[in-house]
């Protein structure tokens, strides 16, 4: 039996692609062998820079002896998750309606229809831990399907059965108001970790979409809780060791309370929906800390996950080998005493240790520390000589053994990446950065886009996969061609933005404003997947109602308007119950509530009004920029608004109501103050 992984151009497939396991990638031609053989199907599930994957990998699909009987009981199906979202989704549903939690790696059986009948994440080696053996597992549902076949079938109905009840009504809680928004903030005030910011215990995620509700709630009310709750946990963050004091960019998560232990793996959407909110609180704040932290980010994105064509690399892995030659988490990014000695010496290393809090016992692993800010203000008090030893200890980093990178360009991902890199490059006077938010752009468009009508979802060394784009990778894709619309005054962008937007609303949305993760014509799964909640990302769901609403407002479109408001419906019924898990949603409510406000700029882009412009904080405030020419203006807000006196002027309207042009930045900027 052969492994068919070689041909695929996940990087995470191929990482399978020399296992004894005669894995099939997911397709129609796998379960018709099960059907042929008359056996189940092994669906395996994870992501080429997932630890436990590789763990579970080694231990178990390396081994010839379970490949044996994998093999001969089994069609081993194999799923990277960041290709097909939509297998994951399902199918992860399935696992924690039955098991009560899921994660990576998944591991479904299913039947030769594709229904689960059977679900875990990591099964170990040995038994351990009260869990049984990846090969008792095996053992034992060979022995289901060989003497409890009626069984099994009926076991897998009653869940396809339970999924299909699912299906979300989405006006069900009406368009969200005052009363849900406050009382969105209210629980998420419950919820909040007062010492040690963010919300909730361990492990503990860094919440970009609640901190961008938090912002936007604090701009259109003013209310003071919200914007704190939002910069101490910014600022936690980038204290801890969540973030990378040396090189900058974030790790997935923490795996204590107090952001001091990360997981180490460096995920694309993370950095930029991060870099994007410490934007943004600078904008609401003036923080030095939010500057430095978007800046560092945005370099960081730039400069480790920047593919040669231009687009941005999913994922840093986790592991890398440490000076013995092990392969383990974090080598790369810890430190011990011993070795800040080796490279700062005596003197300049007891600085560090005692600034960045590293210790003989060790924060990490086998008397490692991960680096932090220990003392509020210290990197103030002597910052020439922080950064001189920030700079040394990462030049040595640079020796050591780098983590493996997936460069596997995900379109939803490098949307958010390219509205981030534009925001922040227009911000802080960084056209470089604004140029390489441009470049991903055009990637996404030459190759995700191509001749066809359609977005695919992902693209690796130029060449586009076969997989079909999903709703976020239209919504997060929209997303960020507009704000590049905004920062560059390049209607095209606004254009593209449209196009993509036009598609969801003929594929992707359902009776009563409800959004489907696939299109209408993707491949059917046991069910059409739809899901509102963020997860480490914008949901499509809101992701698609943001973007709609913010292209209405460029282009006064009523059925693009109409759709955001039917989609918003779900935020009214989820926000005030599960503030957390709805972030984006709340913070595009935030954005409906306050207009959004639609600013166009007649005059030079990225002078000074188009600028102060940018910098409003009113909600999800739209801005066109340009000189009207004879030929007429690429974005209709600029339409018949000429600049007065010969100087450049800014029009706003807020719910259809305008207000008198302005010449001057400072009335523009309290117009837009929110």
């Not at 390396?62 to 994998?70: F, K, M, R, S």
């Not at 963020?534 to 913010?550: F, K, V």
């Amino acid at each position: 039996m052969a492994n068919r992984l070689a041909q695929t151009t996940s990087p995470y497939l191929l990482q399978h692609a020399d296992n004894p396991v005669a894995w099939w990638p997911w397709s129609p031609e796998a379960f018709e062998e099960a059907r042929r053989r008359g056996v189940p199907v092994l669906l395996s599930v994870g992501y080429a820079s997932c630890h436990w994957c590789h763990v579970m990998a080694h231990e178990s699909f390396e081994d010839p002896a379970v490949a044996d009987y994998l093999n001969a009981h089994f069609v081993p199906v194999k799923v990277d998750r960041e290709e097909r979202p939509d297998v994951d989704a399902v199918y992860m549903e399935a696992v924690q309606a039955a098991t009560g939690q899921g994660g990576w790696p998944m591991t479904v059986f299913l039947t030769d229809e594709a229904e689960p009948f059977y679900f875990g994440t990591y099964f170990p080696p040995e038994p351990r831990h009260g869990m049984p053996s990846f090969q008792q597992v095996l053992e034992g549902v060979v022995a289901a399907w060989t003497d409890r076949r009626e069984e099994v079938a009926e076991v897998a109905g009653r869940i396809v059965r339970d999924l299909a009840g699912r299906s979300l009504a989405a006006g069900e809680g009406g368009l969200p108001g005052e009363p849900e928004l406050a009382q969105a903030l209210l629980r998420l005030t419950r919820d909040y970790d007062e010492k040690h910011g963010g919300f909730g215990g361990a492990p503990k995620f860094p919440p970009a979409m609640v901190i961008e509700f938090l912002l936007r709630h604090h701009a259109r009310t003013g209310a003071e809780g919200a914007l704190q709750m939002a910069a101490d946990s910014c600022a936690a963050m980038a204290r801890g060791g969540i973030y990378d004091q040396l090189g900058g960019g974030f790790a997935r998560y923490a795996v204590d309370g107090e952001w001091i232990v990360p997981h180490f793996e460096k995920m694309l959407y993370d950095n930029a929906l991060l870099c994007r909110v410490y934007a943004h609180l600078w904008r609401a704040t003036g923080s030095d800390l939010a500057r430095r932290v978007a800046l560092e980010t945005a370099d960081f994105m730039v400069r480790e996950l920047r593919t040669t064509e231009g687009g941005f690399a999913s994922a840093l892995d986790a592991d890398s080998e440490d000076a013995q030659g092990r392969h383990v988490e974090g080598a790369f990014y810890v430190w011990t005493p011993a070795q800040l000695r080796e490279v700062l010496g005596e003197e300049d290393a007891a600085f560090a240790a005692d600034h960045f809090g590293v210790t003989e016992e060790g924060t990490f692993e086998e008397g490692s520390s991960v680096l932090r800010l220990v003392r509020t203000g210290e990197e103030e008090t002597d910052a020439a000589r922080v950064a001189d030893v920030r700079a040394r200890l990462l030049a040595a980093r640079e020796l050591r053994a780098r983590p493996e990178r997936d460069d596997k360009i995900v379109a939803a991902w490098n949307g958010l990446a390219i509205a981030a890199l534009a925001e922040t490059g227009a911000y802080f006077d960084r056209p470089d950065l604004v140029e390489r938010a441009t470049e991903a752009a055009d990637l996404l468009v030459r190759v995700h886009m191509g001749d066809a009508a359609r977005l695919c979802r992902t693209s690796k060394d130029g060449r586009a996969g076969e997989n079909s784009g999903v709703l976020e990778d239209y919504g997060d894709v929209a997303e960020g061609f507009l704000a590049l619309a905004s920062v560059t005054g390049e209607g095209a962008w606004l254009d593209f933005a449209g196009f993509l937007l036009d598609i969801v609303l003929e594929r992707f949305t359902g009776e009563g404003g409800q959004l489907f993760d696939t299109a209408d014509d993707a491949e059917r799964l046991i069910r059409r997947p739809q899901d509102p909640t963020d997860s480490a990302t914008p949901a499509g769901w809101t992701a698609a109602a943001g973007a709609l609403l913010s292209y209405a407002a460029h282009t006064g479109s009523e059925a693009h308007r109409t759709a955001a408001e039917g989609a918003l419906g779900i935020v009214g019924a989820l926000g005030p119950k599960a503030p957390r898990f709805i972030g984006w949603g709340l913070a595009v409510a935030e954005a409906l509530l306050d207009g959004p406000r639609e600013v166009a700029v007649a005059g030079p882009v990225a002078g000074e009004l188009h600028r102060t412009a940018l910098l409003g904080r009113a909600p999800g405030a739209v801005v066109a920029a340009g000189e009207v020419a004879d030929a007429g203006p690429e974005f209709p807000l600029l339409v018949d608004r000429p600049m007065v006196g010969g100087e450049p002027t800014a029009y706003v309207c807020r719910h259809f109501v305008c207000d008198a042009p302005t010449t001057d930045a400072e009335e523009l900027a309290g117009k837009l103050g929110g």
